[in-house]
């Protein structure tokens, strides 16, 4: 357990990254979203809010990838490493998810700042009454630090071929996911039949988040570093 | 008593190639063990399997005891300090901080006296730092951390000579006060020669030098003379070298001489300089720890 | 300071056993400790130790628990003893061998040994 909470501390000990920067760069996009829509009645809703969740996926990057090594050689073990960041990127999740759904509650009080302004709010996902706002950017906050773990480790046992590799290689699956669908409107196996509800999608994303993390896992259990 | 590392057919393939070839030792502690090889002998390979970030292909480690392994019991009494570490880009402060909650053991005045010595800027982004800072603060880290098992990985690049003997005696001062298992990979061989008791010299992942310091001193020395002098003194000896221009000869004759040994090369006039550690290492790779062992005995 | 062609804890041992035997080290003396030896010749304490253990074996140092090492009595009578064996087979032998290669007479060697010992005010003959 102190593991867990050591390795915690050390991707906090320069507290910037995981705790002020995604804030800081969505106050700017919102403040910049806020201007423009002041000005010339901007996009509306905008998509700003993507801004926090790519925040994620970079710190996960960075806490598999970039602080790795050096959390390695203090003698971390890879599994309380994993587990350390993991809880971590929990914490966080659920704590900026607060935020979030907080947020939108006041957009929705002040009728979107005064503008019309939808930054906190998305239609069908992010629509909802506070609380399941929270878990869904739970959900997706985790799911994309997790996903962002996978891009570090496997850069650091693979290096650029295996990241290359592994971008191809989405890339491959999504394409013959695209065709799938393509070929079969009506096949409910392509998985659009899953999703007829915001609460719905929240669970695959949930289910998803949970097959990184154990996939994630296995890959990082035999890294070098 | 359990050695403290415990490496016993030690195999690393990588890429049809042995980094390591059944390596077997055993170190006891406290002590002072060198591992000496050449750039790509496998000392870093050997290093990093034992602090568990690279994984052997077969054989076994155990360190205090146990396997390292995914082992935290064990990972937190061991550190390896690397030449080529990868920091996160972190300030030196934060780095420093990192490690201390890593380590039982690590002391912080011991930290802050050396940061001082080496002149680390502790504001400074580690991206900043010079290859000798890096190499400084990975000193600091490995000797701070006071863990049970310190090892360090060439601990030299980007030092000049001063701050490198400023390594030696802060190592030698911190370790008698606080006796541990240190193991110090080199090729700068003569500059440590005095700190080790042990030697270990690796070559082409396999060892082929296993002794004590101690023995090793004198365990060859260069004759030289005349011709016929250095004949007649080398009689009877294992000869590794033979040099000569014109009259003159130079061997390298291996075995220890004593007094009478002297005695006789003074009266033939000959030259006698023992082979320095480095000399000596750099002999070895071609010979083996038989051979060695026989030529002392003779 | 130390000599590649010997192990160094005999050098040690030598190092303080030639102090004893010339007075620098008087009996009674408290001599460095392990610790001190080892940073000053910058040499692992391991090793210095096993220097000062080939001392006390031969009887010329004495450990006094808790406060260090002391040169033992008649330690330096004890060295100039067996140097005195010695003698006859480190110095006067070579320096006959030698004489004898030169062509020097014994009755010669004698009167070089007078004249050196009288300039350098040393043995008497």
Not at chain 1, 49 to 78: D, E, K, M, N, T
Not at chain 2, 79 to 86: F, H, N, S, W
Request: charged share 20%; hydrophobic share 45%; aromatic share 8%.
């Amino acid at each position: 357990m102190t593991a867990w909470i050591n390795v915690g501390r050390y991707h906090l000990v320069d507290p910037i990254a995981y705790l002020v920067a995604p804030w800081a760069i969505l106050a700017f996009v919102f403040l910049i979203n806020l201007v423009i829509t002041e000005a010339e009645g901007g996009p509306n809703p905008t998509k700003a809010l993507a801004v926090i969740y790519l925040c994620f996926f970079g710190l996960g990057i960075l806490s598999a990838g970039g602080s790795l090594p050096f959390g390695l050689a203090l003698g971390a073990s890879r599994r309380s490493y994993y587990t350390g960041t993991l809880l971590l990127a929990v914490a966080l999740a659920a704590a900026d998810g607060l935020g979030l759904a907080l947020l939108q509650v006041a957009e929705r009080g002040t009728h979107g700042w005064g503008l019309a302004l939808h930054v906190f709010q998305v239609s069908y996902i992010l629509a909802g009454p506070w609380y399941l706002t929270w878990l869904t950017s739970f959900v997706g906050l985790t799911l994309l630090f997790v996903y962002g773990m996978w891009y570090g480790i496997i850069y650091r046992r693979w290096n650029r071929f295996g990241l290359v590799a592994f971008i191809v290689g989405q890339v491959a699956v999504i394409r013959v996911w695209i065709v799938i669908v393509d070929r079969g409107h009506n096949w409910g196996g392509a998985g659009f039949s899953f999703t007829p509800s915001p609460m719905g999608l929240t669970a695959v994303l949930a289910a998803l988040a949970v097959v990184l993390l154990i996939g994630g896992f296995a890959l990082m259990r035999r890294v070098s570093v | 008593m359990t050695p403290t590392i415990s490496v016993s057919g030690l195999t690393r393939r990588y890429r049809g190639q042995r980094a390591l070839d059944d390596v077997t030792f055993d170190i006891d502690g406290p002590s002072i063990t060198g591992l000496l090889g050449r750039n790509g002998a496998g000392k870093t390979t050997l290093m990093r399997i034992i602090a568990t970030q690279e994984f052997a292909s077969a054989g076994s480690v155990r360190v205090l005891g146990s396997s390292p392994v995914e082992n935290g019991a064990v990972l937190r009494r061991m550190v390896l300090v690397r030449e080529d570490q990868t920091f996160p880009r972190l300030r030196v402060r934060h780095l420093l901080r990192a490690a201390s909650w890593f380590y039982p053991n690590w002391s912080g005045g011991l930290a802050e006296g050396l940061v001082a010595d080496f002149n680390l800027p502790l504001n400074r982004n580690v991206g900043g730092l010079s290859r000798g800072m890096r190499t400084a603060l990975g000193i600091v880290i490995g000797l701070a951390a006071r863990a049970e098992v310190t090892m360090f990985d060439e601990p030299y690049a980007g030092l000049d000579a001063v701050a490198r003997q400023l390594f030696y005696d802060r190592m030698l001062a911190d370790f008698t006060d606080h006796p541990r298992t240190m193991l110090v990979s080199t090729h700068l061989i003569d500059e440590a020669a005095d700190l080790l008791e042990r030697v270990l010299v690796i070559d082409q992942g396999r060892i082929v030098l296993d002794a004590a310091a101690d023995d090793l001193r004198g365990a060859a020395t260069t004759v030289s003379g005349t011709v016929d002098a250095v004949e007649e003194f080398a009689a009877g000896r294992a000869v590794w070298d033979r040099r000569s221009i014109g009259s003159q000869e130079s061997v390298v004759v291996s075995g220890v001489l004593d007094d009478d040994d002297r005695a006789r090369a003074r009266q033939l006039r000959l030259s006698l300089t023992p082979l320095s550690l480095q000399q000596l290492v750099s002999q070895v790779p071609g010979r083996s720890n038989q051979d060695l062992k026989e030529d002392q005995s003779a | 300071m130390l000599d590649e062609g010997a192990p160094i804890f005999s050098q040690i041992a030598e190092r303080l056993s030639e102090e004893i035997a010339e007075g620098v080290l008087a009996e009674g003396e408290r001599v460095p400790s392990t610790n001190e030896l080892a940073a000053y010749y910058r040499i692992n304490p391991a090793t210095a130790a096993k220097g000062i253990n080939v001392l006390t074996d031969g009887g010329l140092l004495e450990k006094r628990r808790g406060i260090g090492m002391f040169v033992a009595a008649r330690a330096r009578e004890r060295l100039l003893e067996t140097r005195r064996q010695r003698f006859t087979e480190r110095y006067v032998e070579p320096l006959v061998a030698e004489a004898n290669r030169l062509g020097i007479d014994a009755e010669s060697v004698v009167a070089l040994v007078r004249e050196s010992s009288a300039a350098g005010g040393g043995v008497r003959v």
